[in-house]
């Protein structure tokens, strides 16, 4: 028979109490977990029969957390925090050319100056496994919080982050965004004021993706309208496909820009004034005092003291084609 503690402190048992504590939305919860609503709402009052105290409750159709709900969640995120300390602790001890290192791309990030990266640390630490995963924002910051991943790559800054306290960043380089368009009446121009960016419908990204507030936040503090968009998508090089085929104007990074320029059939102008954020690694803090990851950082600098990052990233790119 479990014990009290083993009915409470279940990996899964927290995993779906923190998910309902982070949305509080039975639905969206249930979804991101991959599981029905009335199996999320079983577990969860199982937890509070065991806990013997309500964790939630609702005004209207608005879920909060109880009293004891924020006691929950505190001592929570003390346990993920103990346990990853001693996760870390240990890997310290480890060799830096020997073990694993688990990373996340935000998958709206051209990945094509990382992969040859790895392919060059492989070169120098074939004993290291290294895996790149694609994820989102969401994926990225659940998956450090739980210690599934090492270092994520991605853009920055995130306001949707309020505790930075644990976790330390390390820029790669400062980006920007270009508006793409099919004007040959602009085609020379080099920078262009957001009010001439609305002739043209658009597509872009979702409006809960960085990329895609980060634009919005742009036309509002240019009190500017936002463009008519008439299409979504998670992925510069799906926008760059619908863009292609359809007409339409968008926005992407500089870095997959220089990338694809071969495959973009569209003029690429930056905006006035510029829309500027950052590609940086994320990471727990402990993390810099492994050594495989130390080590990892050290090569990944020399890397770029040899050619900078745009510029791997459009030879990469080509040799990736090849």
């Known amino acids: 028979m ?20 982070e949305t509080m939305n039975y639905t969206q919860a249930a979804q991101l977990l991959g599981i029905t609503q009335p199996a999320l709402t079983q577990q969860i009052k199982k937890l509070e029969r065991t806990v013997g105290a309500p964790l939630f409750y609702s005004v209207g159709k608005k879920l909060h957390l ?56 492989y070169q120098l630490n074939p004993e290291v496994e290294v895996t790149l995963r694609m994820m989102t924002r969401h994926e990225i910051w659940e998956s450090l919080e ?81 463009p008519h968009v008439v299409a979504h998508f998670t992925t510069p090089y799906q926008l760059t496909q619908f863009v292609n085929l359809s007409g339409v104007n968008t926005a992407l990074p500089t870095s997959f820009v220089r990338a694809r320029a071969d495959q973009i059939k569209a003029y690429a102008i930056a905006f006035d004034p510029a829309i500027r954020f950052e590609i940086s690694f994320v990471y727990r803090k402990e993390k810099a005092d492994i050594p495989r990851i130390s080590n990892f950082f050290q090569t990944f600098d020399d890397y770029l003291k040899e050619k900078d990052y745009l510029s791997r990233v459009s030879e990469n790119r080509v040799k990736l084609d090849k």
């Open 146 to 226: 739980n210690n599934q991943i090492d270092l994520a790559i991605m853009n920055l800054p995130d306001e949707t982050i309020k505790n930075w306290k644990p976790y330390a960043s390390k820029k790669i380089i400062d980006e920007q965004l270009l508006f793409l368009h099919h004007d040959d009446a602009l085609a020379n121009r080099k920078r262009i004021h957001f009010k001439d960016t609305l002739a043209e419908p658009w597509a872009t990204y979702p409006d809960d993706y960085f990329l895609g507030q980060l634009l919005r936040e742009a036309y509002k503090n240019q009190m500017v309208d936002f």
């Open 2 to 21: 479990k014990t009290k503690q083993e009915r409470i402190f279940s990996s899964k048992t927290l995993t779906y109490f923190l998910q309902l504590a």
């Open 66 to 121: 109880s009293d004891a709900g924020q006691t929950m969640l505190k001592s929570t995120h003390e346990i993920y925090e103990i346990l990853n300390q001693t996760t870390d602790e240990i890997q310290q001890t480890t060799s830096a050319t020997v073990g694993k290192i688990n990373i996340g791309l935000l998958s709206s990030i051209e990945d094509s100056a990382f992969i040859a990266f790895i392919a060059h640390y």
